[in-house]
């Protein structure tokens, strides 16, 4: 194969080159692509390859134009517009494609190079990490090679040489790069939003399904990063990060009751806080959602520059944006806390309410319960360990694999299957509480995490994310109560995790050695940590601090702007004076018959860099005769200075030419 690379025309070598650079552009866009859209990218970029080894001639205007056509047909039909982030890209990359089966001429190249560069950064559009952006900087450096190669004559240089070339013009532009990353003022997200796509997944979402999704899969992305104060995280216990808080109960779905119930009949928040607080700072991944999350609980605002934060009833923190970019913000809680009403009020209610037909079994169990007389006249506090304690003595198992569940749900919970995960629990138990008419309702979240031991981080997975309850009672307010705690004491207190699946490679490196793949994969994740602080987080606020760091006592916007600008005239400054210091590198001698020849193209006797100045002599000597013997001398003194036998040099040499340039401006140039 290579020997037959060897053999081709270097045209054709640079043509498979530059296939090979959009193709490696285009392969982490394929995941995100409408199948047709990669199968069809894949065959152009096939085939033009094949017309560039055997030297076959591109295909016609017209199988061009009906290729556009049929494509721009497809994308109206697959995202029902041609406008907008999924559909701008797919176009993109069909018009990229396509645009190789017509490089006749430089200007068609240059054409596929720009839009290379356009398909490039829209890689960032899905994702910002560390690994796509190294991927991308190879296809920079694979687009600049072909960029220079592109300006330089037909098979020269070697290849490996163009690459080079256009290392160095990375290397000179990275300074620039630097300086408007830490200076160039930061505007709205560019990149796209990601898409929420969490059915059969673990992770949160504004609803929840009981018993639709037969196994749960482990998404071990990252959900946040969190820094304690101090670097000693929370007792384990404590570790509740609070999310969407559902109240209502169509015997299937579970929904917030905001969504139902008008705000005058919301229960007030009432937050009471406690003990010493715990200061930490987060950073939160792109959700999609208007969701901040702190540990329960936090009465303050978490600071998060460029959004409005409010917190509702629930005691859940809102932004007035969903968050579609990586940030970060600082948080306050309290472990030891109460809130909401102390006492019977009317709107509690509404978290006793069940659907009519629904889970008859549970609610036979609840009138059980009752007519036992040690639980005639208990209270919620004692009705709540009676539930727990069947939990923990009934057989129940937590696990990720339950199979689908029915119409009653609670039912087949408590009496048949008896598994499930966390939201099985969690909404089983509030069922029987509500049964029992005590106020009942279910918190998702986070719970738990794991430290890094690199970067000292915490890490908390969409893999933690977790369905708690929290259930009424006098005198209290709403108090945790976690069911799957009763279940599997190591979920919520040893942070015993069960593990998602690893790939073939992962498995053979825990095998071999669980400790190297759990170091592996904290430096991963601890030089992931530092791309997302210091390039994906590098805020507004980030840029006033540095210029708190350089002396600006009360940095804003102006300054910001100052400091741009004057580093941009310095720059252009120092520019000019390496330009002049260059100029004044080159030879005096050949700048001084430059400017003769300038003059004498303005007379009329035109010349090319290679005629000598005896020959510019004689040419004015037959054009002007006598009138121009005083030009005709001074010429043939300034070749001799040059190229006489013993020609001047030294100090002696300067002066002859100062004294030839000072002359030359006092010539009296025929007319």
């Avoid at 109206?76 to 190789?100: E, I, P, S, Y």
């Avoid at 300074?175 to 969490?198: E, N, S, T």
Wanted: proline share 7%; hydrophobic share 45%; with cysteine.
């Amino acid at each position: 194969m290579l020997t037959r690379l060897k053999t081709l025309p270097r045209d054709a070598r640079d043509t498979l080159f530059l296939l090979t650079v959009i193709a490696w552009v285009l392969l982490p866009q394929v995941g995100n692509l409408p199948l047709w859209c990669s199968a069809l990218a894949g065959a152009v970029l096939v085939w033009r390859g094949w017309l560039a080894v055997h030297a076959r001639p591109l295909p016609g205007k017209w199988w061009l134009v009906a290729l556009l056509a049929l494509t721009i047909g497809a994308t109206l039909t697959t995202h029902r517009t041609l406008l907008g982030r999924d559909a701008g890209v797919t176009l993109l990359v069909v018009l990229l494609t396509l645009k190789t089966l017509e490089l006749r001429a430089r200007r068609d190249a240059f054409v596929v190079f720009f839009l290379g560069f356009f398909c490039m950064l829209s890689n960032f559009f899905y994702s910002q990490s560390l690994l796509t952006a190294f991927s991308m900087l190879v296809g920079l450096m694979g687009l600049l090679t072909v960029l220079v190669n592109a300006h330089l004559p037909v098979g020269k240089p070697p290849l490996l040489q163009t690459a080079k070339t256009a290392g160095w013009m990375a290397l000179l532009g990275a300074p620039i790069m630097l300086v408007l990353f830490l200076l160039f003022p930061r505007l709205a997200p560019l990149w796209g939003v990601p898409a929420d796509a969490m059915t059969g997944r673990s992770g949160l979402s504004s609803s929840m399904q009981v018993g639709n999704i037969a196994t749960l899969a482990l998404d071990d992305s990252v959900a946040m990063r969190i820094r304690f104060e101090g670097g000693t995280p929370p007792q384990q216990q404590d570790l509740y990060f609070r999310g969407p808080v559902l109240s209502n109960f169509d015997g299937r779905n579970w929904q917030p009751l905001r969504a139902f119930l008008p705000s005058r009949y919301a229960l007030p928040a009432n937050l009471e806080v406690a003990g010493a607080p715990i200061n930490y700072e987060v950073t939160l991944a792109p959700n999609n959602q208007p969701w901040i999350f702190v540990m329960e609980a936090a009465p303050q605002s978490p600071e998060l520059p460029g959004y409005r934060n409010v917190m509702d009833a629930d005691l859940q923190w809102f932004t007035n944006r969903p968050i579609t970019d990586l940030v970060r913000y600082k948080a306050q809680s309290y472990p030891i806390f109460r809130h909401g009403p102390r006492q019977q009020v009317i709107g509690l209610q509404e978290y006793v309410a069940l659907p009519p037909g629904f889970n008859p079994r549970t609610l036979a169990l609840a009138a059980e319960i009752r007519r036992d007389p040690r639980y005639a006249a208990a209270n919620a506090r004692t009705l709540v360990q009676v539930a727990l304690e069947r939990l923990r003595t009934g057989g129940y198992v937590y696990t990720l694999e339950p199979g689908v569940y029915g119409q009653h749900t609670a039912d087949e919970f408590w009496f048949d299957r008896k598994e499930g995960f966390c939201e099985h629990i969690a909404s089983a138990f509030v069922v029987l509480m509500r049964a029992l008419d005590i106020p009942a309702r279910i918190v998702t979240g986070y719970q738990g995490g794991e430290a890094n031991s690199v970067d000292g981080y915490w890490v908390v997975r969409q893999s933690d994310a977790h369905a708690w309850a929290e259930v009424w009672q006098t005198g209290e307010g709403w108090v945790r109560v976690d069911p799957t705690s009763a279940v599997a004491p190591g979920r919520t207190g040893a942070f015993q995790r069960l593990a998602a699946p690893q790939g073939v490679v992962a498995q053979a490196l825990g095998n071999f050695s669980p400790t190297l793949t759990a170091q592996l994969r904290a430096t991963w994740e601890a030089v992931n940590n530092g791309w997302n602080q210091w390039v994906l987080n590098y805020t507004q606020g980030k840029q006033l601090n540095l210029l708190k760091d350089i002396g600006f006592e009360s940095p804003s916007w102006e300054d910001l702007s100052y400091v741009l600008i004057g580093i941009v005239v310095v720059a252009a400054l120092v520019g000019a004076a390496w330009t002049l210091w260059d100029r004044a590198q080159h030879d005096p001698w050949l700048r001084l018959l430059t400017r003769v020849r300038k003059r004498l193209d303005k007379a009329g006797i035109h010349s090319t860099p290679a005629s000598p100045p005896r020959q510019l002599a004689q040419e004015v000597l037959n054009r002007y005769g006598q009138q121009g013997k005083t030009v005709h001398d001074w010429l043939l003194r300034l070749e001799q200075m040059r190229y006489a036998a013993a020609p001047s040099s030294g100090n002696q040499g300067t002066q002859q030419l100062r004294a030839l340039r000072q002359e030359f401006e006092r010539l009296a140039w025929p007319a």
